[in-house]
């Protein structure tokens, strides 16, 4: 499978999307193709728009709309595809910095970026300095920001007193952030949440620290560690830690939609908005969400046959990157996002989970009704 052929086809797949919304002007259009024309020809910059740009240390963030990084999910096809479809920043997945110290093959791969999914912030975790440090240093001539996970929630790394767990020593946390951003010359940003618990919010003395310690910006995730992904996302200690610092915000947690995300930036008056969970098998929602601030209305749902084409090009670009064996079986997940909610989708879903290879994946797609 050739790149350049490929790329070609999710550049038509996104100008399509675009076309096909009823209320999207010329003017819309003209944006995502000179944006793809740069992306095509390995330009980096983001999708700029005319309203809410702002930068990270030296580096232009184009518009408000920001990938999230998902774990097992924000790899080199999700990050291009996120940045063919409008945002601003990408993330990679979450790397531990122990792997770049010991040159482990699989951390080494997961810091991998091509020029189109630039500007792109790879994200490292752990909980010693000096280690983090060292991890950064080695990422510097290949990502444009260096981006520390202080939320995760997730237990191993909880247990390993990385993510999350720094939320519950800030000293900690600032040795970390000063010992990264005085090893690097390229912006180093945080990831953090609310706090440890409900009766341990600690955001605006963390992120106060934090922006004291050298980030050149803070994503906050709504929601403390203990948390999880239970309950709803809490904006206003975002809208006060914004208040306070002087450095970019970017705001996370339940954002799905233009309105939503809209509303978000309006109460909070952070500079972006981080989109995850909402993305997964509906990466079109970043479209949505900048053409929304361009104040375009919503358009529908993309028809069966888009998502046909949009799922098996999604494929291609996963065995690309990947080889067909591991990325078909990673793929399976893909399908029941893609397709959700379509009419009769219980009836073949159970093929979804028994394919092992790009040709059997096709056919299964190929199959699937008309009818959403």
Known sequence: MDLEHLVLEARQLVIDYISQRPDTGQRALDLWTQQLERRCNSLSGGLKIPVRQFSIG???????????????????????????????????????????????????????????????????????????????????????????????????????????????????????????????????????????????????????????SGASAIAIHGRTVKQGFRGQADYLHIRKVKQELDIPVIVSGDINDANKAGEVLQYTDCDAVMIGRSSKGSMWVFADIVLGLLGYGPGPKPDIEWLKRFAVCYLKFMVFFKGEQKAVKEFRKYLSWIFKGMRGIST??????????????????DSLDNGM
Not at 185 to 209: H, Q
Not at 348 to 365: L, P
Request: one cysteine or more; aromatic letters at 8%.
């Open 58 to 212: 030296d580096v232009t963030i184009g518009n408000p709309v920001v990938s999230a990084p998902l774990a097992g999910i924000s790899d080199n096809t999700y990050r291009i595809f996120a940045a063919f479809f409008g945002c601003g920043l990408t993330y990679s997945e979450m790397i531990t910095s122990y792997g770049l110290h010991y040159n482990h093959k699989k951390s080494i791969a997961l810091a991998g970026i091509t020029d189109m999914e630039r500007p792109c912030a790879v994200q490292i975790f752990g909980s010693e300095p000096e280690i983090m440090a060292e991890a950064a240093i080695k990422l510097e001539n290949i990502a444009d920001i260096i981006d520390i996970n202080m939320g995760c929630p997730v237990a191993k790394i909880l247990k390993a007193k990385s993510g999350g767990w720094l939320l519950k020593e800030p000293g900690r946390s600032a040795d970390i952030i000063k010992a990264v951003a005085s090893a690097i010359k390229i912006p180093v940003t945080v990831k953090i949440r609310l706090g440890w618990d409900s009766s341990s919010i600690n955001v605006i003395e963390f992120a106060r620290r934090c922006q004291d």
């Open 348 to 365: 073949v879903k159970k093929d979804f989970f028994t394919i092992n290879s790009i040709d059997e994946a096709t056919k299964v797609i």
